[in-house]
């Protein structure tokens, strides 16, 4: 079923036994897991059907620190969330990224990949992928890995007549759950404001937000600060060790022979560290984007000289009637290192139209990210030499500890952390089952539970442990009837 | 040789590949050719570029 608005919903009469707030992956795989067990689902998304300047203004918000992108630019709020501009890039985190790490102070999630690889035939279905191939080690020190580009599945075109048909979940547009009411044990409803004013309270057993890797962690601390801390009662590290996954061309490449390793569609091919390479240079995990340029012949020539000599090349270009860039380009995008001061807190100044507190966000990248940049690329120029395969030219900037470069990509727009998972309560916000700590009836879902941000895009991780959340509830919502 | 009749006898990919050597030759002059200890294979870093020591001679 889908409502336009809450009041049409109310006048439905459907009741829930669990709440979902926000319908992008996450909450959308959620909900169709508890659907598909028979439990009673509502989703609310506070935007509509489709894009709208109205809605994506409550996102705005302040960085503070290194350059970001504009809040409210960098997520979407609507149907589908940011299912709806990714890129369709999928891996699944690294078992590495889920050990801790002795050199990095707050590393170690309390599960490991092996929680989630049941759950990967589910993700090849829900993203159209099709299977992963192990790992390709080159060297002791680099992995040929795989970064599947999917069709990039937009979860409200792709699951819209499902969620119409369903009779278990309810997705209910227009309605902006501004806040969650709590007495420290459990939440006892969410506020919601829809077709331009307040609806009351919407009560069920569960609640579960999904809002994105930012948006849950505003709606929690305001949520917490109505309630004097009553909807999450262990709030010293929510907000905090927020990350994302910083990303900027790193050099360039000539290879010997373009057709060692086999590239996708676009000419690309990805590597990352080995565990060991990792421990013993003290760096966190990276990958490197190797794209190859789409030349031959005589253009390949001029291609390779651009990499030793520029302006020789230019010349030469010109004489081609052609702008050719080095042979290979080298994009590098790293794990960030968790830290606690890296945070979203509410605004003190700026509200929404609504008087909720904008978001302000607190993120520096520091001195190992500069250092897994630089010594990441050492690693793999070093493989690509010993083995022959070819040769790296690591940037100027880079090796002279310039600043990052403004004109850049930056980051992935990959919002991780916040609402951390973790055995230890001052250290994390949710347990291994993603419910708060100290509350019975409060999950969470998304990427805002990273403990690590490990490398890779994190939509094919937000899926499986969103699939997993999804039989962990069915399961405890069964259990608790049967015993009544 | 005519200057027509050279440039017709040169093809652009002898040209280019006269250009790609001659800076590369001078990138690598710089650097002294390897002492007779010092291992062909082992891995330098000269001007961002990781190469093997036996390609600076």
Redesign the interface.
């Known amino acids: 079923m889908i409502f336009e608005n809450f009041a049409s919903f109310r006048s439905s009469g459907f009741t829930p036994t669990v709440v979902v707030i926000g319908s992008g992956p996450a909450g959308v795989t959620i909900s169709r897991k508890l659907a598909a067990a028979g439990i009673p689902v509502a989703i609310l998304e506070a935007g509509g059907a489709e894009y709208s300047d109205e809605s994506q203004d409550f996102y705005r918000g302040k960085t503070v620190g290194d350059p970001y992108f504009d809040l409210d630019v960098t997520r979407l709020r609507y149907f589908g969330g940011c299912s709806n501009h990714w890129a369709g890039w999928c891996r699944l985190m690294d078992a590495v990224d889920f050990e801790p790490k002795a050199r990095v102070p707050d590393t170690g999630w309390p599960i490991r990949r092996s929680d989630l690889e049941p759950y990967l035939d589910e993700v090849h279905g829900i993203l159209d992928l099709v299977p992963f191939r192990d790992d390709v080690p080159i060297s002791e020190d680099i992995r040929w890995v795989q970064l599947i580009k999917s069709p990039a599945v937009r979860f409200a075109e792709k699951y819209r007549s499902e969620i119409e048909q369903g009779a278990n979940i309810a997705l209910v547009l227009d309605s902006y759950a501004t806040e969650l009411q709590g007495d420290g044990s459990k939440v006892t409803g969410a506020a919601v404001w829809s077709a331009g004013k307040a609806q009351g309270t919407l009560a069920a057993d569960y609640y579960v937000p999904c809002t994105g890797g930012l948006e849950n962690s505003r709606l929690l601390l305001w949520s917490n600060e109505r309630s004097n801390g009553g909807v999450v009662p262990h709030a010293e590290a929510l907000g905090r060790y927020w990350m994302e996954h910083p990303q900027f061309e790193g050099?360039n490449a000539i290879m010997k022979n373009p057709d060692q390793f086999e590239m996708d569609a676009v000419s690309e091919a990805f590597f990352s560290p080995s565990a060991e390479a990792m421990e013993r240079t003290g760096i966190m995990n990276f990958g490197v984007r190797f794209i190859q340029m789409p030349y031959s012949?005589?253009k390949r020539?001029?291609a390779?000289?651009a990499c030793?000599?520029p302006e020789?090349?230019e010349w030469?270009s010109e004489s081609?009637g052609s702008r050719l860039r080095c042979a290979a380009q080298l994009y590098v995008s790293w794990e960030q290192a968790p830290r606690r001061e890296n945070r979203i807190v509410l605004s003190s100044t700026e509200r929404d139209s609504l008087g909720i507190p904008r978001l302000e966000l607190h993120w520096r990248k520091n001195e190992i990210e500069h250092r897994t940049l630089l010594e990441g690329l050492?690693l793999f120029?070093?493989t690509?030499?010993?083995k022959d395969y070819g040769?790296?030219?690591?940037?100027?900037w880079i090796?002279n500890g310039d600043p990052y470069p403004a004109d850049q990509e930056l980051a992935g727009n990959h919002h991780m952390g916040g609402t951390r998972m973790g055995d230890d309560v001052k250290k994390s916000v949710v347990d291994r089952d993603q419910k708060v700590h100290g509350m019975a009836n409060l999950y969470v879902g998304g990427s805002s539970v990273f403990t690590t941000s490990g490398q890779c895009n994190p939509t094919t991780t937000i899926v499986a442990l969103s699939a997993r959340l999804g039989d962990h509830l069915a399961r405890r919502i069964g259990q608790s009837a049967m015993a009544r | 040789m005519a200057p027509a009749r050279f440039a017709q006898a040169v093809t652009r990919r002898s040209i280019v590949q006269v250009l790609l050597a001659v800076p590369a030759l001078a990138l690598f002059r710089q650097h002294a050719a390897p002492a007779p200890q010092e291992r062909p294979d082992e891995l330098v870093e000269v001007n961002g570029w990781i190469l093997k020591r036996s390609e600076l001679a």
Request: glycine share 12%.
């Open positions: 050099g012949g005589a020539l001029l390779e000289l030793v000599a020789s090349a030469a081609v050492r120029g070093k690509l030499a010993e040769r790296v030219r690591i940037a100027d090796l």
